[in-house]
């Protein structure tokens, strides 16, 4: 519970820093987010797992690009 708890938090917080690579996929985030809630009140400790996976593996890549963006603008200017 405490898991997907957390996991809960820090995607609200990773949408409110990347509104923009998030939008797009905002429902599809908001619909994992509750289901992973759901299981949290209700589910086993299974349904709960279950859900903190679907929500990671969806929102993996969206992590990816979030960092590749962060180190392109840490790099710019920058001779390597």
Do not use: W, Y
Not at 10 to 26: C, E, R, T
Not at 49 to 67: Q, W
Request: overall charge negative; glycine content about 4%; charged content about 30%.
């Amino acid at each position: 519970q405490v898991e997907g708890r957390q996991l809960n938090q820090s995607m609200d917080k990773f949408i409110k820093q990347h509104p923009d690579l998030v939008k797009p996929h905002l429902d599809k985030i908001s619909v994992l987010q509750k289901e992973l809630l759901l299981s949290i009140e209700e589910g086993s400790k299974e349904d709960i797992l279950k859900a903190t996976e679907s929500l990671n593996e969806f929102t993996r890549p969206l992590a990816h690009a979030a960092m590749d963006d962060t180190i392109q603008k840490a790099m710019q200017g920058k001779k390597l």
